[in-house]
């Protein structure tokens, strides 16, 4: 019988997760350990996680000043990407830390903590492994509650070759050698706001780096393959100047303190906006300041205007569940155009607006497939199906309408919509994570 999907049980709300991940990039293979602070709203014998691909050895739980309860069962289901972790007796209610050993794959799937080959300059194949975590992968890589509306903040630690670059979210924090391993040290991150799992990422390879910082003082780093720094130029530039709009043009100041745009040689799309850590297709985002051509430069304009938008709209604002995705991707379809209109005056974008936005929306919409901008999503594995030209293309053309109607003054607006609010509570807390 084939199992239904529903949404994971809440009797536990993750707080923090603490990740140690070991990479053995020769096997393809690491080790995780894992210990989730959580609340436990109601007393419960099992908690449902979701996991793919991992193959979990030990669980504890302790409860404040409760005995340590050791799972007694861990069932794995492959059809709803989940793992139920059984216990002897009920947890009691109250803050504790779930704790699990476990193994995963660094897969070739481009999903998931993956592998992706480069060849250094001598001809010889090397792998980095790097994240992809939307919209519902985090689980490939830890076993965790892997909804967007589950945040929580993240302490990442990766060991790692000591000569190779290791990249997250958020600064490092500390290293450390590691005794009897001489060729490994111990790269600790520092604590992530809360946030969504599909927005984690972590990257271990070999790269150079270029930076620089924005007006207000936001450290931007472009990293490029070794030797190849002249070919970061033109995004570094792109992404000072599309950080610093932004932060003016919302009024909300960037919460991490850096952003760094990462280069993988395996991408599936065009880039992904893991919060601090913007990792892009190679072709997306570096320019070869001899060879490419303007048209280039503008689509790398835009795709890094894109990803930083969404440092707001997805990252810091997000959605309550995948049904709402348009709010992420038209929002930031829009917003790029908004964005290189003012940084890059001279490609006097909007000329190109409707032909590239629009008509793809219509192209989608015409056929008897297309469906609403919004969209009942059921399980994740529907999602994939909706990174398409209506929830981009589409939700952006309708907003570029408001934002004409409306404009950028919204003091009136301001006004009548508190007011408003009273009245649409319920659906307001649909988008706001
Ligand atoms: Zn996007």
Redesign the pocket.
């Known amino acids: 019988m084939k199992a239904t999907f529903s949404r994971l049980p809440v009797a536990l709300r993750p707080i923090n997760y603490v990740l140690k991940l070991k990479p053995h990039i020769k096997t393809f293979q690491f080790t995780g350990s894992e210990s989730i602070e959580v609340e436990v709203c109601k007393s419960t014998t099992s908690v449902v996680l979701n996991s793919v691909n991992l193959d979990l050895k030990e669980a504890t739980i302790k409860v404040e000043d409760h005995d340590i309860i050791k799972a007694c069962n861990i069932v794995p289901s492959e059809e709803l990407e989940t793992v139920t972790i059984h216990f002897p007796r009920d947890i009691p209610r109250g803050k504790g830390y779930l704790n699990i050993e476990y193994i995963g794959e660094i897969g070739e799937q481009m999903k998931g903590w993956y592998r992706a080959k480069y060849t250094i300059s001598e001809g010889e194949e090397r792998y980095a492994c790097s994240t992809m975590f939307e919209p519902s992968d985090a689980r490939r890589c830890f076993p965790c509650w892997d909804e967007p509306a589950h945040k929580a903040t993240f302490d990442i630690t990766l060991i790692v070759p000591k000569d190779r670059t290791a990249i997250s979210n958020m600064p490092i924090a500390s290293e450390k050698n590691i005794e009897g391993s001489p060729e490994l040290r111990e790269v600790v991150f520092e604590r992530t706001p809360i946030m969504s799992t599909y927005l984690v990422a972590f990257f271990v390879g070999e790269l150079d780096h270029i930076r620089d910082t924005t007006e207000m003082g936001r450290l931007i780093r472009v990293f490029t393959p070794k030797g190849l720094q002249e070919h970061g130029k033109f995004a570094l530039n792109a992404a000072v100047k599309s950080l610093t709009f932004f932060e003016k043009y919302f009024d909300v100041p960037y919460p991490l303190p850096k952003v760094d745009l990462v280069p993988v040689p395996d991408f599936q799309s065009g880039a992904m ?1 893991n919060w601090g850590m913007v990792t892009f297709r190679e072709d997306c985002m570096l320019v070869d300041p001899e060879n490419s051509s303007t048209s280039r430069k503008q689509w790398i304009a835009i795709i890094v205007a ?2 930083l938008a ?1 440092q707001w709209f ?1 990252n810091l604002v997000t959605m309550e569940w995948w049904t709402h995705l348009w709010l ?2 038209g929002y ?2 829009f917003s790029e155009y908004l964005c290189v209109d003012s940084v890059f005056p001279e490609y006097e974008i909007w000329t190109q607006f409707v032909t590239d936005t629009t008509f793809g929306a219509f192209s989608l919409d015409s056929m008897k497939n297309s469906h609403p901008i919004e969209v009942p999503v059921n399980s994740p594995s529907e999602v994939d199906e909706i990174f398409d030209e209506i929830s ?1 293309n589409k939700g952006a053309s309708v907003i570029r309408m408001l934002h004409s109607y409306i404009g950028d003054d919204v003091s009136w607006l301001n006004k009548y919509w508190s007011n408003l609010c009273l009245y649409r509570k319920p659906n307001l807390k649909s988008i706001i994570g």
Do not use: Q
């Open positions: 906006e894109h990803e969404h997805g992420n991707e930031a379809s981009y």
